[in-house]
Every structure is written in C-alpha cells, then in structure tokens.
C-alpha cells in the first residue's frame, strides 16, 4: 500500500492512543479542554487562548435557540426511539442545514473571496449589488427574528476584540455591512452566523466545514431537550398540534 | 394550555434570547466554556470547578480513536454527500450505540443501583456472580484492544481525584473490579466507558442520557475526519478493501 | 482470505450485475416486481404467489397513516434540507422504532415461541396472564385511536386467507386474542402490527428483521409528504403552533 | 386555520383510514401493490400498467449492486446497533446522495429543459458542447465500471417501450447521447440514474423528488445485507482491512 491512503489523526496498540502525536491519557485527558480538542482535532495544533475563546464564543452561540428545527425533531424522535439516545440526537442534527445554519459557509466563502480582493471596497459594493439587485438572500444578512440587529453579533465581534482576534475578516464583513445598508437603502442585520462566519476565519478555521461548528455546538444543546422530553413529552403535543391544526381536505370518501 | 406542556430551556424575543434564566448574549457568549454550557443545558445549573473538570475530561476521553465505525461511516458518508457536512456527522452519531459505547448507561445503572445498597460488598459480590455465570458481558469491564488494562481509566479516577471528586461512586467501581476479578479468578480491565460511568455520576450527570456525553464527544471529533477524507479519498479505498476481501459466493449465473 | 466473510447478495463486472444468482437485467428488471424482489433478496428465493400478495398487503397497510411522527420529522427536516431528500426521508425512518411500530417484532417473537409449544391453548393463556398480571403493554395489541378494533386488521387476515396462507400462525394469535380478552374481562383489538406479525411468519420472513418490512413501507409514503411540504411548508406551521402553545416557564432573567 | 396548510394525503379516525379520498382497509390492502401505491401516493392518482410496470422496473433497477457505500454504511451501523433495524437502513440511506444516485436529477432537469426547447437537436449539441468543453461531469453519463456500455441502460428502454410508453424523454436522451458522443469523440454510455429519469419522466414523476425512487428502492435492497450481517460479521472485517491499509503516518509520539 505504498500509494494508498494514510491518516495523519490517530493510531492505538494494547496500552496507548496516539492522537496527533500526542498520548491521549498523558498529553490530553485532564489538560485540554473539549473546545481546545475540537480545535486540535480540526486543525492539527494546539490553538492560542485567543482562538480557544474565539472558538467557545462560536459553540456557545448557536447551542441553544428553543424549539428549534432541530429540536423539534430530536423531541419527536426521542418519543420514538426512546432507549437510544444517540438517534435523537442525530436526526435533530440532520437538520442543521443550508437553510437555518449553512448560510454560515456561504457568509464564509464570500469573506475569504473578499479578503484577497486588491480593492475590499469595490469587492463589498460589487455583492451588495449583485445579491440584491436579483433579489437573493446574502449569506450572513437578515434574521426572520431579530429584527433589527441581532443581539449577538456584536458580542461575538466584542469577544473577538477583547481576546485579540487580529480582526481583519470582522472588518470587511462591517464594510460589506455598510456596503448592503447603501445598496438597500435600509439596515440588514449581520446575523449570528454571519459573524461566526468572520470569528472562525479569524482563527484559520476551514471555511468548507464550518458547519461542522454549528453541529457539534447543537448537538451540545440537545441532550437537554432529550431529558426535558421525558418529563414533559412535548411530542405528543406537537403531535396533537399539528393534526388538530393542519386539517385533511383531500377527497372525500366515495363510498363506506 | 393550562394543563399542558411547558419548556424550561429557552426563550426569544426580537432583542434577546434567554437560555434557563440568564441572557445569552450578556451572560453566557463570552463568559461559558462550551463545556459548562453542556452541563448547564442539561443540569440547569452551572457547574463548579469540579464538575467542568471531570466533564471535561470525560468529554475528551471519547473523542477520537482512530477508524471507529463511527468514523467509517462518517467517511464513506461524506464521500456521497460532499457538501453536507452535518449529514456525514449525523450517519457517523448513529453508531454510537449499544455495542462500543452504550455500556456507559449499563455500567452506570449498576453503580445507581448499587449506592443505595446496604452492603455494598455484598453487591458487588453478587453482581460479579450473576454475570460471569451467566457469562454475560458486565458493562463497563472489558476491552478488545486495551489488555490488560484499559490506560484511559486510571487517568480518568486520577483526574477525578485532582479535581476534588467526593469519589463515591469511583470507589464503589473498583470495588466491583475487585469482585470481579475474584470471581473471574483474572483480571478484567475498567475500561473507560465504565470509568466514565463512574465520573459521570459523581458530577450528577443523569444516568439514562449518559450515552449524550459520548455523543457530544465523538461528534467533535469527526469533524477532523472529513477534513482528512477530502485529501485522502479513504472511503474509495474501504470500498475497494472490501470488494476485494468480501467475494461473492452466492449461487453462480444460471445462463448467459 | 480463506476464512473470511463472503457474501451471498451480489456482484458485478463490467456489462452484468449478478444478484443472488441471477443476472439483474436479464432474469429481474421487467421481470419481477419491487415487492417480489424485496422477498427475493431478504430470503434468497422467490417468493410464490401467495407469498407476493401477503408481502404487498403488509407493505401497503403500514405506508400511510396522515401525521404520523414519520411525517413530521421528514417534513421538518424537508425544510431545512429542502434539496436532498434522501436526508429528510432517513431521518423520518429512524421514527419507526419500539414504540410505534417495534411492536411487531415483539409479537411476532412471542408467535415464534408459541408455534414451538407442545400446549398452545396453554401457552396463550400463560403469556395472556403473565403480560396483565405485570401491566405490560402485551406486543400486537391494544390501539390509542383504532378501538374498540383496529379495521386492518380482520382486512389482512381476509387476504392472507383469499392469497392461500396455510394460517396457521394466525389461528395462534386468534387464539392469543381471545386467551387476552378472557384474561382482561374485556376486548381489546389486535392491531395491524400484530396482524402482519402472523402474516410475514406465515411467508416465512424473519422475525427479527421484520421492522425493515416496516421501514421499507413507510419509506414509500414518505416521498408524497416531501412533495406536499413544497406546496404547502406545513413545518413552518408546526414550528409555529409549538412555540405558540408550549411556552417557557424557566427561571425568568434576573437582570437586563 | 382558514388560510393555514392542510394536507390532502390521510386522515382516520376509530374506524377508518382515509388515504387520499380511498378507504385504506376497504381500496387498497389486497388491491392494490406497493408500487401502485407509491405512484398513488405521490401523483395523487392511480397508475396505469403502463405506469406501473416502468415505474417496477426503475425501482427493481437500483435495489442492490452490492458492496456500495449504502450497504456498507448500513452493516457497519448494523454492528454497532444491533437492535434497531431502522437505524442501520437509515444511515445507509443519506448516503444516496448527489455523487451516486443524485445525477438522476441532473439529467431529469435537463431532460424537462429539453422536452421544451423549441430545436431538440440544437439544445442536445448544446448541452453536450457545454459540459464537456468546461469538463463537467454530464448527469446520466458515464459509469466507472460499466464500459463502454452500462447493461441496464437497453434494457430499461426496451421494459419501457414493451410497457406501452409513449417514448419522448427516451428519444431526447438518446439525441443527447449522440450528440455527447460527437462532441467526445468517442462512446460515453447512458448509465442507469440517466435511464431511469427518462422513465419516470415518461410516467409523470416530479423531476426534483425523484431521487426518492431511488430511497426506495435501495431501501428494499438494504434489509438483505442486514440479515446477511448478522451471520457474516463482515463489519469487523471491514474495520480491520482499513485500520491494516491505511496507516497512522502522523506526527510520532513525542515522549512517554
């Protein structure tokens, strides 16, 4: 297999785990935190405390929102599938898509664009035209919610700063801000994950699996809606809802 | 809906989000690790010290080992969906079930049960007696690869220790292991999802969503295996692997 | 690889596909019917008349039943992962599990035991006692909404017997029933899934497999749900009424 | 509601299931096959035989090809959760994706495109001259093992035609062929996916769910493998054949 495959993450025999290079019981278990692993993991080396708290400021951000998408659905499995908690959690993180969180890479693939454009002005201005002119929602801008700001993006750009983020991707998504609020002529939010988007190219974070953040930050916040569940069985309420609600009117039975 | 069901998780309004209490973006953004939000979320409570260490390192311990069959099908999936990353996490989360990592819940139940028992001597002793003559695996002992021991799991209890563990329930695991091995007349390593069981209930994590704490783990460690996948095209190789090493013989073509 | 696993199912070359020893464009496409082929592979011969119409009848009773949690988790899903419908099908079938439909499993491993005892009317009386007297849900009977019987299920006995089943698993649990209905002082119905329990053994399908006759059923209902969601975004509705009727009742904020 | 969703697909009650304006128990089981039902399900109407026999052939077409990811994504899962046949099928679904099956839609997009283009040859050199000058993989196209010529191609145009279609969508893809062909240079055969979207084009299946036929199919196909699992174990091969092929060759470890 001279040619084939290799993996560069980690090997085990009877008495170590290797992740990395580095022993998973003497370098890792009690020294690292969860978030600095998932760093290490992704990126091949330890992260800075900046961008440990880059990266807990992002996962901490998107864990919980409620009666989320995902959440409806981990509830409703969890109703079904009872005894296994890991298929609850998966189905709900099925969800975590290009609808509700994926706008995450796209904000993310047009930053990093942007960051080697000779002229960021002009780049900024050239999107805010084009998006908007053919009337296509623009990555990272605009909340059905949080209307007009969305409260957590200025905290996240607060976080970044205060840990030390060099802070150039933040800086061209303001300008790309102000770019769309000219072409608009009214104020678009930068939502949360539009500036997680920046925070995460700040730290050198790949922008094609960005979205692997949003998941393992939700699949954070959903074991707590697996245990409220049990207590409560929203699903069969939800359940209820909907048939109670969103009443058949197909054809009516032609005989009986 | 006087009677029916509630929520004690989250709530939103146009400028806020409130998570069981306190403001997301004020409170928790900037302020929480990842990993004391995971026990907030599911406690309701913040941790100590204590607790967030222990968790922690639990949390670590799961990451990542290799070509698990998690990691198999997180690989083969995202070969198919390339550009869903939460799909590939989500097939690879399934697995996390009763098999590799679902004696935690098992190992768990036995210690719940067994810190209510008068004699707990006597306990351990009798558990040691139904399983190995039954010859049923006993959750939590054991492991394929880790003979004699298990190195996760002396790490695990020294942590737990160092981070000011009462250790109750530590304790109560290695009497079993004694008993074990007496009735065994060898030794059977604690390997780490026991060890974990043990951690987990020291710190009040509730037994039956044990199995969210390994898939909260395994989930951040998956990211970097599809970052790798799309350099090395590993899945293609399994593929070939197994066609190669799994013929087919099945009844040979009748005609043509 | 002299030892090694093989595979009985299939293979391939360049211009023929071989499944299970007969050549797929040949001997099956045009040939043979989904439901003749889903016998075909799971059992390795196929299927006679008789067996066909009562593998059609178990498939069609199970693909349909309005809102069922199936439904709701694909459409959920269908709308945030609006352009693979593979994801949202998947994650609406991992819904079919012990509560809702698992059941069949159950029943059908209590109808394998009985057909192996020497007394039947003593072992239907034996587990009729031994289920009530525990107050454990007795697997293939009892309906929340199909009461007091469920119309299916004297429809698939009708058919079993119209298709040539030999019938005798079905006079079992006729007898279970009425050894049930003695036992409750009352009547309860067995319901479909308990039907097609007796109906896959009578076709000589595998117990412990039987779910998947299930699975692969509601998967052919799933896809008119994913069409629908289209039109009419019945997950926004969903989301809607959830958080409109299940409200926080969490700590309220204590500052802002 | 007045302006809320509703649903035309179920509704029961005590009694009765309604399946789009039939009764459940007293239209369809026992009168109708899964595959009917599938088309009634989906097109809201009942298939004609010519419907229904293309419809079977399309479906029979992509059941099982073997060691493909969605097998060997749903043994492994399989393995590790033994118990819940749903969970392994489902896992093995999401990997029917754009890259294996998903060209089904490209080329039904492209075919819907065509039927309405006011020079059918024109539109063919066209598309053909596009994709192939920017080298982009032409959906229908193409087949890694089946060269020069994929078998099942003929044979479901010749089902197809036997069957009474009335044969447009099979002409247009067969201009297209030729014109790929002329502007290659050389023979790129019709595979299978590209096949079957003249099909279920020619039967009136929506051209953007059809890769749910797809799910279906392979859906029927999968139960197979898990029977064949449990006696075989080929799981543990497969694990054990890539953590032999594919090597750590990361960082070494650094101390202990």
Redesign the interface.
């Known amino acids: 297999?001279t040619d084939?495959?290799?993996?560069?993450?980690?090997?085990?025999?009877?008495?170590?785990?290797?992740?990395?290079?580095?022993?998973?019981?003497?370098d890792?278990?009690?020294k690292?935190?969860?978030?600095e692993?998932?760093y290490f993991?992704?990126r091949g080396r330890h992260p800075s405390p900046t961008e440990t708290?880059i990266l807990?400021?992002c996962?901490?951000?998107l864990?919980?929102?409620?009666?989320t998408?995902?959440a409806?659905?981990t509830r409703?499995?969890a109703?079904?599938?009872?005894?296994?908690?890991?298929?609850a959690?998966?189905?709900g993180?099925?969800?975590?898509?290009?609808?509700?969180v994926g706008t995450m890479e796209g904000c993310a693939a047009i930053l990093a664009r942007g960051i080697e454009a000779p002229d960021a002005e002009a780049f900024c201005a050239g999107i805010a035209r084009d998006y908007l002119s053919a009337k296509r929602p623009l990555p990272g801008f605009g909340h059905p919610?949080?209307?007009p700001?969305d409260?957590?993006t200025p905290?996240?750009f607060?976080?970044a700063e205060?840990a030390g983020a060099e802070g150039r991707y933040i800086r061209l998504l303001k300008m790309l801000s102000a770019a769309v609020d000219r072409e608009a002529g009214r104020h678009l939010t930068i939502n949360a994950t539009g500036a997680i988007a920046a925070l995460l190219l700040e730290i050198d974070f790949?922008a094609?699996?960005m979205?692997?953040?949003?998941?393992?930050?939700r699949?954070?916040?959903?074991?707590?809606?697996?245990?409220?569940e049990?207590e409560?069985?929203?699903?069969r309420?939800?359940?209820a809802?909907?048939?109670a609600?969103?009443?058949?009117?197909?054809?009516?039975?032609?005989?009986?």
Chains 1, 2, 3, 4 share one sequence.
């Not at 690292?32 to 978030?35: A, P």
């Not at 109703?79 to 298929?87: E, L």
């Not at 993180?93 to 509700?100: A, D, E, K, N």
Request: hydrophobic content about 45%; aromatic content about 4%.
């Open positions: 297999m084939g495959p290799t993996t560069r993450i980690a090997c085990s025999d009877a008495d170590s785990v290797t992740i990395r290079g580095e022993n998973l019981v003497d890792l278990i009690g690292k935190t969860f978030t692993m998932v993991l992704t708290a807990d400021a996962l901490v951000t864990m919980e929102h409620g009666f998408p995902a409806l659905v409703i499995t109703d079904s599938v009872p005894d296994q908690v890991q298929v959690m998966a189905a993180l099925l969800t975590v898509g290009s609808v509700f919610f949080h209307k700001d409260p957590r905290r996240l607060a976080v205060a790949p094609d699996v979205r692997a953040v949003a998941v393992i930050s699949c954070g916040g959903l074991a707590g809606h697996i245990i409220e049990r409560t069985r929203s699903a309420t939800i359940w809802l909907t048939e609600n969103i009443p058949y009117d197909g054809p009516p039975l032609s005989r009986e």
